[in-house]
């Protein structure tokens, strides 16, 4: 059996009262004598919170009792009557337990705005003329592949860094325009793979999404979101000019980006699939997942998660790891001969195609200058990005490399 509330004394009084105030602190200030400018007490927060469940409770009773569901109510009327049942006025009530419905989803909303937005941009997209002779017929596909972009990072923050640094928009579009051109120079088929291996984004509020590790950025978050969106929509204005078919990968379970960097590639996703017919993205949330094209079986990992990997794959295969792929391998039964297990977040260009005899072992460079965080507790390093041409039985690379700004 439920106890009766020790307020329940108020109930006429509080009946009468909902009427003509909103506020159910006013209300309780007056019960208890509270003057309404002194400062609220135990007894008024403990008896406004039980005005605010009787005023519920009187509205879901009145809905009730014509079949209405209280959440979707957003206000009634209720007749005032005296003690001879004649109507002397009306009360407007609020309902506190509505809550406004959407008519439309996050989804739809943002095809909206995409199309919104794709209206103005088609006219700035200048087609390029495909030069044919370029195309090998004997090529499957190209890959391009880029990882630790890093989009926000500064990484000479106090000017002392021990090699300074640069890294901003202007220099993020210079980088860009050196991968359109060696994209370009190299092509050797009309299907395009691109793979970004993760840490797109620096960091949320100058932290990484495992939180703690402070980050020194030159971008706020929104300023981050719209310089990133925008490297990736270029790259494919460009390049959907010279490829008939392009797929992408963008691995969003990563150390650094985390939940930032899939809601980038999530608008970069829902805007470019809109605008292109002949382009497909993936957003790879797991932590390894695998695609296999043209019968070429590709593993794709950014290196290190966001929560539970503290050192995470290695940038030269040890025992354990070498297990943990052959492991994954007979789990999703890829019996390929051309298995390649690429990763970022080392920061190193080292391709192992001899300790495993079951796959292939790269690690990818950088797409960034190093941080202040790696210039001095490793190197200088080298930053850079591989484009690649597969065929039935070989691949070539094409590795490029960045010069050092400061």
Same mark, same amino acid.
């Given at each position: 059996?439920?106890? /009766?509330?020790?307020?329940?004394?108020?109930?006429?009084?509080?009946?009468?009262?909902?009427?003509?105030?909103?506020?159910?602190?006013?209300?309780?200030?007056? &019960?208890?004598?509270?003057? $309404?400018?002194?400062? /609220?007490?135990?007894?008024?927060?403990?008896?406004?919170?039980?005005?605010?469940?009787?005023?519920?409770?009187?509205?879901?009773?009145?809905?009730?009792?014509?079949?209405?569901?209280?959440?979707?109510?957003?206000?009634?009327?209720?007749?005032?009557?005296?003690?001879?049942?004649?109507?002397?006025?009306?009360?407007?009530?609020?309902?506190?337990?509505?809550?406004?419905?959407?008519?439309?989803?996050?989804?739809?909303?943002?095809?909206?705005?995409?199309?919104?937005?794709? +209206?103005?941009?088609?006219?700035?997209?200048?087609?390029?003329?495909?030069?044919? &002779?370029?195309?090998?017929?004997?090529?499957?596909?190209?890959?391009?592949?880029?990882?630790?972009?890093?989009?926000?990072?500064?990484?000479?923050?106090?000017?002392?860094?021990?090699?300074?640094?640069?890294?901003?928009?202007?220099?993020?579009?210079?980088?860009?325009?050196?991968? &359109?051109?060696?994209?370009?120079?190299?092509?050797?088929?009309?299907?395009?793979?691109?793979?970004?291996?993760?840490?797109?984004?620096?960091?949320?509020?100058?932290?990484?999404?495992?939180?703690?590790?402070?980050?020194?950025?030159?971008?706020?978050?929104?300023?981050?979101?719209?310089?990133? &969106?925008?490297? +990736?929509?270029? $790259?494919?204005?460009?390049?959907?000019?010279?490829?008939?078919?392009?797929?992408?990968?963008?691995?969003?379970?990563?150390?650094?980006?985390?939940?930032?960097?899939?809601?980038?590639?999530?608008?970069?996703?829902?805007?470019?699939?809109?605008?292109?017919?002949?382009?497909?993205?993936?957003?790879?949330?797991?932590?390894?997942?695998?695609?296999?094209?043209?019968?070429?079986?590709?593993?794709?990992?950014?290196?290190?998660?966001?929560?539970?990997?503290?050192?995470? =794959? +290695?940038?030269?295969?040890?025992?354990?790891?070498?297990?943990?792929?052959?492991?994954?391998?007979?789990?999703?039964?890829? =019996?390929?001969?051309?298995?390649?297990?690429?990763?970022?977040?080392?920061?190193?260009?080292?391709?192992?195609?001899?300790?495993?005899?079951?796959?292939?072992?790269?690690?990818?460079?950088? =797409?960034?200058?190093?941080?202040?965080?790696?210039?001095?507790?490793?190197?200088?390093?080298?930053?850079?990005?591989?484009?690649?041409?597969?065929?039935?039985?070989?691949?070539?690379?094409?590795?490029?490399?960045?010069?050092?700004?400061?």
């Amino acid at each position: 059996m439920n106890q /009766k509330s020790k307020w329940s004394k108020f109930d006429a009084q509080i009946t009468e009262l909902i009427q003509e105030y909103e506020s159910n602190s006013e209300i309780a200030k007056i &019960l208890l004598n509270t003057s $309404l400018g002194a400062k /609220k007490n135990k007894d008024v927060d403990l008896l406004r919170t039980y005005i605010k469940r009787f005023r519920n409770r009187g509205i879901r009773t009145a809905l009730n009792s014509i079949n209405v569901d209280h959440k979707t109510a957003k206000h009634l009327w209720h007749e005032i009557r005296d003690e001879n049942d004649k109507k002397i006025g009306n009360a407007f009530i609020k309902n506190p337990d509505f809550k406004e419905q959407v008519e439309k989803n996050f989804d739809d909303v943002l095809q909206s705005a995409i199309k919104s937005i794709d +209206k103005h941009l088609k006219d700035k997209v200048k087609p390029i003329e495909v030069d044919a &002779l370029k195309v090998n017929s004997n090529a499957l596909f190209d890959t391009l592949i880029i990882t630790d972009v890093h989009i926000g990072m500064n990484p000479n923050p106090n000017g002392y860094s021990l090699y300074g640094g640069k890294w901003d928009e202007q220099e993020l579009n210079e980088r860009l325009e050196i991968v &359109l051109n060696e994209v370009v120079k190299n092509q050797k088929s009309n299907k395009l793979v691109i793979f970004e291996l993760g840490d797109f984004m620096d960091g949320w509020d100058g932290e990484t999404v495992r939180k703690g590790h402070k980050l020194p950025q030159n971008m706020d978050n929104e300023k981050a979101f719209d310089v990133g &969106l925008t490297f +990736k929509i270029k $790259l494919i204005d460009t390049l959907v000019h010279y490829f008939s078919e392009i797929e992408v990968y963008n691995i969003c379970e990563d150390n650094h980006a985390g939940s930032f960097g899939y809601v980038v590639n999530s608008a970069f996703k829902k805007f470019i699939e809109l605008r292109y017919n002949n382009v497909n993205v993936v957003n790879q949330r797991k932590f390894i997942d695998h695609y296999v094209i043209d019968n070429k079986c590709f593993i794709a990992t950014h290196g290190k998660d966001g929560h539970n990997l503290k050192f995470g =794959f +290695k940038p030269i295969l040890d025992p354990r790891q070498v297990e943990k792929i052959d492991n994954y391998i007979r789990e999703n039964k890829l =019996f390929y001969d051309d298995i390649y297990f690429i990763k970022g977040d080392s920061h190193q260009d080292i391709f192992d195609n001899s300790t495993s005899q079951h796959f292939n072992y790269w690690n990818f460079p950088a =797409f960034s200058p190093s941080s202040n965080w790696v210039q001095t507790n490793f190197k200088k390093g080298v930053s850079g990005f591989y484009f690649l041409n597969f065929y039935k039985d070989s691949y070539s690379k094409h590795p490029y490399y960045f010069k050092w700004k400061n």
